[in-house]
């Protein structure tokens, strides 16, 4: 079993979690950008990946490997904290 899955039985809607450890720098970017694109009012997966293709855009080639971003999943419930549904 997964912390995730402990923490949806612990009545948590939604998690994002990555799948493997990720270097700290790329997880600081794409948390920072995440939480940005979150209080647009979009859906948290659409956050996600719009967090994602953002590192991708501004980082340099060696960052650009899925290694720094793809391990970060979205999990439960991903309708908008704020705003529009």
Do not use: H
Not at 38 to 59: E, S
Not at 61 to 77: C, E, T, V
């Amino acid at each position: 079993m997964s912390l995730a899955r402990a923490f949806a039985f612990g009545g948590v809607t939604a998690t994002v979690m990555s799948l493997w450890q990720v270097e700290d720098g790329a997880t600081r970017e794409l948390m920072v950008d995440f939480y940005k694109q979150l209080k647009t009012g979009i859906r948290k997966d659409d956050a996600l990946q719009q967090a994602k293709l953002t590192y991708l855009k501004n980082c340099d080639a060696l960052r650009s490997s899925p290694y720094f971003w793809a391990g970060f999943i979205a999990s439960g419930n991903m309708v908008p904290l704020f705003g529009r549904q």
